[in-house]
């Protein structure tokens, strides 16, 4: 979302659970259902808490030090507000800093409050002409509450949430750099289907296997989609 006249700046994303998939329209094409956390080691033992987005977060989850977190790069009003939020609408952003708020999907929320200051996450453009990875950003601030909730005004409002027990978090992120080349989502999807049925790095990504999530844990992910911007685009 285009930066509002506040003395903290504040992006939109989500507006409910049911709402994730929607706005991130460039995935339509992943499966809409609740997906089963299929991942192999440690990440089998979240509790059910985390693998069915409830509200609350489990002590046994496993620890993450990588993210793909989804935002809207195009304009598109919602209740007459621009919700458009890309990689280079944060790299304007005083400190090239801002609230990643809006989340309104328990299980996105929850991995928000394991980030640690310090961690990368991928800056993913969704619900436009070309989906895909777009740049590079660091968490400079750990979770704490979304003001958004509380303000009848913005379009993450959510009256059912009290200030003496909020229920919605965000992280702060700094921009960090655009990637060498953009990873659109169709590519992305082949390298996933090869890694399903040759056990690769991508098997289990949360991107298609959990595609309604906003927010996405990743592992050893990471090291490989970051060499992609290094590589060919596969054809």
Not at 63 to 78: A, D, G, I, T, V
Not at 104 to 128: P, T
Not at 168 to 192: G, H, I, N, T
């Amino acid at each position: 979302m285009a930066p509002k006249k506040r003395t903290k700046f504040s992006k939109t994303l989500a507006v409910s659970g049911e709402a994730d998939f929607a706005l991130d329209g460039g995935d339509e094409t992943m499966p809409s259902a609740k997906d089963v956390d299929k991942t192999a080691g440690s990440r089998r033992k979240v509790v059910s808490s985390v693998k069915s987005g409830s509200k609350d977060t489990a002590d046994t989850a496993p620890e993450y030090s990588h993210w793909l977190m989804k935002s809207e790069p195009e304009s598109r009003l919602e209740n007459g507000i621009d919700v458009k939020f890309g990689i280079e609408d944060l790299k304007a952003l005083p400190d090239q800093t801002g609230c990643w708020d809006g989340v309104r999907n328990y299980q996105a929320r929850n991995f928000m409050r394991q980030m640690k200051e310090g961690q990368l996450a991928f800056f993913y453009h969704s619900n436009c002409k070309e989906p895909g990875i777009a740049g590079l950003m660091k968490i400079v601030k750990k979770a704490y509450v979304d003001h958004t909730q509380f303000d009848k005004k913005d379009v993450h409002y959510d009256a059912s949430s009290k200030p003496e027990n909020p229920k919605w978090s965000m992280v702060d992120v700094q921009y960090q750099r655009m990637m060498k080349r953009y990873l659109p989502l169709s590519e992305l999807k082949k390298y996933y289907h090869q890694h399903s049925a040759k056990e690769g790095p991508l098997k289990n990504l949360a991107l298609f296997t959990r595609a309604r999530l906003s927010v996405q844990p990743l592992t050893k992910e990471f090291d490989f989609m970051l060499s992609l911007e290094d590589k060919d685009p596969l054809v």
